[in-house]
């Protein structure tokens, strides 16, 4: 029947390693997630996933093979350890995000934990109280963090302030302040007494003591002037949390102030070939190009997940438009001669045997009816004779085969008894 979603856990999509051929030795199966991200990495925008059961380094995603399916993973620099990835963790790395003040004080901030709450990413603050001295945020559920300027030195009184905006570097043990304001006015205040001091020096040296007072008076006017003015344009501006492309942010080049647009910020960020340690979706579906330039969503429905899922991808270059996805419901390989043992199963919780060559295969979950398919395959490791399996009866929850030599037909024990249940 069509497939139109699939569980991930409990579904595999096959594939042919042989176009012309089609048996047990040509037919493969592959978890559609690990797939999917097989071909992701193959397209080069996963290039930084590794696969394996034991982790990497902290600077690549990992593809943890200790689980079926097998999980995708980022390390998380906040909490220490290897985290599942998730949509915003896996998209959200270009946005700025926004710490919300809840309670504290102006030195004692308290704030709601933010989505995707993580190291290496800038973060917008609007205060609601002056600070006075070293200021520490308390991120509500995660821990409380030191607010410093990029010398490692505490925040000036000042630099916070009520309904004034901050923007904050998190970077996993603190909050640095990216554009200090109590900085800027002491840099305007030093240059005012600087200019004073060169106007006496000049007053001492040459005797134009009135030619130099008023250089001087008129420097440190301009100076002041400039620190109010800089004062007023930061304290007075609007609130607002949202940005359009063509707004400008100011950022720092070594020790050179610039501005640029949001749009060329994100642009920079996407057409540089650049590690991206994680990234995070808020929405449940982006667009991609096709080749007419036209934008297409890719939707990833995830409304039947109970449990974070991971993609494992091949090594190897895929079309997802040749995979074929039947619905197999259970399969299980074992040994039938004397006690029963299975060597590999998905959805058998057990095999009983009721007599010679006479076996119930018990499902873990239950079939929805009994119209599903059972395909059997049997033999003997020491014999080249031919064999044979049948279903013998049918029910939701089991099914039960017998198994016959050809030559008889009689029942009887072997030891490689291959059984699947398609639906």
Known sequence: MPVTEFDDSEHYGLFLTNPNRLDSTTVMRVRMSELTLAALRAAGVLDNMVDGTSAPATDKLWLDKNFDPAVLKEWDATGASWVPMTFDRLFGRAAVGLLTVTGGTGNAVVVSEPSGFKADRLYLITPTANNTTAVTIQVAGVGTYAAKYGDGSDLLSGEFATGRQSVLLFDGVKFVVVFSIAGLNAYVAAAAASASAAATSETNAFGFAGLAAGSASAAATSASNAASAAA???????????????????????????RGTLLGLISSIFTTARTIASAQFASASFKLFNAAGTPRALTFDTTA??????????????????????????????????????????????????????????????????????????????????QAGKTFAKNVAWVEILVTNSSGPTVIDMDDISVEILR
């Open 305 to 386: 997940l109970t449990a974070d899922r991971a993609i494992t991808m091949p090594n190897a270059n895929v079309n997802l438009g040749d995979i074929i996805t039947p619905d197999i419901k259970a399969f299980v390989n074992f040994n039938g001669t004397g006690t029963p043992a299975i060597r590999s199963s998905r959805n058998v919780s057990s095999i009983t045997d009721l007599g010679t060559g006479y076996f119930r295969v018990n499902f873990t979950a239950s079939m929805a009816d009994t119209n599903y398919a059972t395909f059997i395959s049997v033999g003997m490791s020491a014999s080249t004779a031919a």
């Open 232 to 258: 007023a344009v930061l304290t007075g501006a609007t609130s607002d949390d949202t940005f359009a492309d063509a707004n400008e942010l100011i950022y720092l080049d070594g020790a050179t102030a610039k």
